[in-house]
């Protein structure tokens, strides 16, 4: 499966952005999906990840409550919608499929990744 991220940009501290994670060769159906990013300088970190066929979603701690990752109807399309964005969330933004079994909180798992798109959250 290939992915293709898009939808980063620069926002206002306080603003919103929705990512969006493009499969194609085949759907999400049977994968787990992931968020990760990674800032100048740092490691890449897990941002919110969940099983296709699951009912349970991930999140950092970081973004708790102002991240919130969706499906999109056609099994084609994930979302990630970042709200009250802070500086501290400027990255690039990775989506990234693996098979639904093990640790979805680690990157090493992912079989599969987007390109980044970048999210620069500045005044």
């Known amino acids: 499966v290939q992915l293709q991220a898009s939808g980063g940009g620069l926002v206002q501290p306080g603003g919103s952005l929705r990512l969006s994670c493009a499969a194609s060769?085949?759907?999400?159906?049977?994968?787990?999906v992931g968020w990760f990013r990674q800032a100048p300088g740092k490691e890449r970190e897990f941002v919110a990840a969940?099983?296709?066929?699951?009912?349970?979603?991930y999140y950092a701690d970081s973004v708790k409550g102002r991240f919130t990752t969706s499906r999109g109807n056609a099994k084609t399309t994930v979302y990630l919608q970042m709200n009250s964005l802070k500086s501290d969330d400027t990255a690039a933004y990775y989506c990234?499929?693996?098979?639904?079994?093990?640790?979805?909180?680690?990157?090493?798992?992912?079989?599969?990744w987007g390109q980044g798109t970048l999210v620069t959250v500045s005044s």
């Open positions: 990234a499929a693996r098979n639904p079994g093990g640790n979805l909180l680690e990157p090493g798992g992912y079989d599969y």
């Open positions: 060769g085949r759907t999400f159906s049977g994968y787990a």
């Open positions: 969940f099983r296709w066929t699951g009912d349970r979603t």
